[in-house]
């Protein structure tokens, strides 16, 4: 390799990068639907239990989270374990051109599908995209992460977006399978300027921090 070469490295664009992601989410997506009904159960009683455990959680007065789409980890055990512990909690709901707002969580008979591939969304009065000001933990889907913190979306933007109204040093964490999480040094995910970090993980084995985050 010329001298030249080792001093200028080919820096992916934009273009490249999504394809990158792209093919990331392919492969993803093909092997979470290999995942049986039982152990998709098994998984989300395991990620609500983990999740909770999370001395942020545990303390919080109100969170972030999300209603699962299919494919995806679920969440409805941990929906309904946060609201019994009392923890105010709050869940997206996209308008039009992908408008940010929330709702709070109400129960599960509560959510309604609006729109074919949309998640499930709370019935009750919408709060404003402010609202999520109000989370002391951001619980945010992924389809994977790295351990430098790169989490890869469904491609939307929606959450590098709504993120920006949370408090300043509220932690960010991911919710994903254990295999989706990447050592960032032996095969670090596909990452633009625009893409908000998270400082941690959880999965239904346990929770990795990457980055100090307030006790």
């Known amino acids: 390799m010329s001298s030249v070469a080792r001093e200028h490295p080919h820096v992916p664009d934009e273009e490249e990068i999504e394809e990158l992601k792209d093919r990331w989410r392919g492969r993803i997506r093909q092997a979470r639907q290999q995942r049986s009904a039982r152990s998709r159960e098994a998984d989300a009683r395991a990620l609500a239990e983990v999740t909770l455990s999370i001395p942020q959680v545990a303390v919080a007065r109100c969170v972030s989270a999300y209603a699962a789409r299919p494919g995806e980890p679920m969440t409805g055990p941990l929906l309904d374990a946060l609201a019994a512990h009392g923890i105010r909690v709050l869940l997206p709901v996209l308008g039009s051109s992908l408008q940010r707002d929330w709702a709070e969580y109400a129960g599960p008979d509560d959510l309604q599908e609006r729109a074919p591939g949309r998640p499930p969304e709370p019935g009750g009065p919408t709060l404003g995209a402010e609202a999520i000001a109000d989370a ?13 913190g790169t989490r890869l979306g469904q491609g939307g933007g929606w959450y590098d977006r709504a993120l920006r109204a949370a408090r300043p040093g509220t932690p960010v964490v991911a919710l994903t399978y254990a295999e989706e999480v990447h050592d960032a040094d032996a095969e670090p995910l596909p990452r633009a300027p625009h893409d908000r970090a998270v400082d941690g993980v959880a999965t239904p084995t346990g929770v990795t921090w990457f980055h100090p985050v307030q006790g």
């Open 136 to 148: 002391d933990v951001l619980l945010i889907p992924a389809l994977a992460v790295d351990t430098a």
